[in-house]
Nanobody, 125 residues
Framework: QVQLVESGGGLVQAGGSLRLSCVVSGRTFPSEVTAWFRQGPGKERDCVSSISWSSSNTYYAESVQGRFTITRDNAKNTVYLEMNNLKPEDTGLYCC??????????????????WGQGTQVTVSS
């Protein structure tokens, strides 16, 4: 079975940085896409960033563009999300999702079949 485990969340002051990790174990997909979704209090779940298997395709939400960087190390079955210059509005539960989805659907949560439990990020002002 496929399991995804996120780590790296925590409490940070505005302007600080965090690096999130998503490690997948068990069955994987040769052409899988990995995405980070977040849900803040009273907000809808939103795709923050996504990356293709080969890293040839990446996506960033406008709200994080220029501040966040997504990378992956396939040898370690790990995807990272480097978050810099964090803002209070970045607060939320960050969940990792993976599946062999079409790239044009990389931001559609319903297209992903495998999810982690999430890691909490809280940014104070």
């Amino acid at each position: 079975q496929v399991q995804l485990v996120e780590s790296g969340g925590g409490l940070v002051q505005a302007g600080g940085s965090l690096r999130l990790s998503c490690v997948v174990s068990g069955r994987t997909f040769p052409s899988e896409v990995t995405a980070w979704f977040r849900q803040g209090p009273g907000k809808e779940r939103d795709c923050v960033s996504s990356i293709s298997w080969s890293s040839s395709n990446t996506y960033y939400a406008e709200s994080v563009q220029g501040r966040f960087t997504i990378t992956r190390d396939n040898a370690k079955n790990t995807v990272y999300l480097e978050m810099n210059n964090l803002k209070p509005e970045d607060t939320g539960l960050y969940c990792c999702a993976r599946d062999a989805v079409d790239w044009q659907d990389n931001g559609v949560a319903g297209d992903y079949g495998y999810w982690g439990q999430g890691t909490q990020v809280t940014v104070s002002s």
